[in-house]
């Protein structure tokens, strides 16, 4: 009963990557049967390459999940931990959206090959979050605007009033008897 919590976990995880692979076959199986058997007139060196690319696309995240999702066991062989929680954030998350773009540009370009610049949101993404990433760095190291800037008058009698408040005590009524 100590290891409910990790048991559970892990026949999460083990359900969870099985519903990924399931996708990913999925998509892998209809772009093959649909490209290359119905319209393999139109298929060229570049269908190659994009196959390769979504490949390549789909391994990489699903092996990262797929150790974060192992478990870990003690040395008497009895589970010590169900692996990451696959429902949160971060870079589970990433990895999961990165899946799920991957399958929605495959089987979207089969209509079209204009849906392969869907592909470009991963790294726009990318470049939005480190953006705010490298303004936070960059906002510890360099100097305030507003300090040397001249302040109007409103603003400076806040700031007084404030810097007053602040500078008193505060006093905490009692009953005295």
């Not at 990557?17 to 049967?33: D, E, G, K, W």
């Not at 319209?39 to 990262?64: D, N, R, V």
């Not at 001249?150 to 905490?172: L, N, P």
Request: proline share 2%.
């Amino acid at each position: 009963m100590a290891n409910q919590g990790a048991k559970k976990r892990k026949e999460e995880n083990s359900r969870h990557m099985a519903n990924l692979l399931r996708i990913i076959i999925a998509c892998n199986a209809i772009y093959v049967v649909v490209r290359l058997l119905i319209f393999h007139s139109s298929f060229s060196w570049k269908h190659w390459i994009g196959l390769t690319l979504t490949s390549l696309a789909y391994y990489l995240p699903y092996q990262q999940l797929a150790s974060m999702a192992k478990p870990s066991y003690g040395d008497d062989g009895e589970l010590f931990d169900g692996g990451f929680d696959m429902s949160t954030g971060g870079i589970c998350g990433y990895l999961h959206d990165v899946i799920y773009i991957t399958s929605f540009v495959q089987i979207a370009s089969i209509l079209s090959d204009k849906f392969w610049y869907t592909y470009l949101v991963i790294p726009a993404f990318g470049v939005y979050k480190s953006s705010g990433l490298i303004k936070g760095l960059l906002s510890q190291f360099m100097p305030q605007g507003s300090e040397g800037a001249e302040e109007d008058e409103k603003t400076r009698k806040k700031r007084e009033k404030m810097e007053r408040k602040a500078s008193r005590g505060k006093f905490v009524k009692t009953r005295t008897r």
